[in-house]
């Protein structure tokens, strides 16, 4: 007897016919119905003696996939926590480009394995783009769009929004909820980046959780 929830069940479905759009795209998908599996997933790919680094997420945070990293002896974790000064974050944003694994999630993510995400400094998208060896990425079901246009419209009146709140950022969307389109000085949709395809076959996996995470 199937003693899933029907949204367990329809979270499983979608994510399937993600995963299949994923392997047309030269990027790996897989499916944990819960963050407990997810974790382990991502443990299995992470050597003895690898480099770890990552980029800003509240996915990562709201797992503890974070801490799990901080409390792992058996890895190299590049962390910008540990930087004591504007030169040490810079210099270690530098080195994240050149980690045998980066973590992150994604803002978005579209039915068709399309990967959507805007960013403030661009170090996150600088990393899924090009230099580290191996890109993971971690993303609740609640990320999924029907297309880029219905991803960008997620991730300007949803994600940005409350990431303004958290960051404490004097933005139109932050007073109102709403996009404005801005170009004000705390401005964080500096760039725009749209990952229909990796040049190299299985740099990018995707792992995603039947769960609800992040903004």
Do not use: W
């Not at 992150?104 to 400094?121: H, P």
């Not at 409350?162 to 000085?185: E, Q, V, W, Y």
């Amino acid at each position: 007897m199937n003693t899933q929830t029907p949204r367990e069940m329809y979270y499983e479905t979608l994510a399937n016919t993600i995963i299949k759009n994923l392997e047309k795209r030269q990027m790996e998908g897989f499916y944990c119905p819960t963050v407990e599996e997810a974790e382990k997933k991502i443990f299995s790919y992470l050597t003895d003696g690898c480099s770890v680094s990552f980029g800003g997420s509240m996915t990562l945070e709201d797992t503890g996939m974070l801490t799990a990293l901080r409390h792992d002896p058996n890895i190299r974790l590049i962390d910008r926590a540990n930087a004591k000064s504007p030169e040490e974050t810079k210099q270690i944003y530098h080195d994240a480009l050149n980690a045998d694994f980066y973590l992150m999630s994604t803002n978005a993510i579209t039915t068709a394995g399309e990967l959507v995400n805007i960013d403030g400094n661009g170090n996150r998208v600088a990393a899924l783009i090009y230099g580290p060896e191996h890109v993971i990425i971690l993303a609740g079901m609640n990320k999924v769009a029907a297309d880029v246009d219905e991803a960008l419209s997620r991730v300007h009146n949803v994600a940005t929004p409350m990431n303004c709140k958290r960051l404490h950022k004097n933005t139109p969307c932050a007073a109102t909820g709403i996009c404005a389109d801005c170009l004000s000085t705390d401005c964080i949709c500096n760039q725009v980046v749209i990952t229909r395809r990796s040049g190299i076959p299985g740099r990018i996996k995707v792992i995603l959780i039947g769960e609800e995470f992040g903004y």
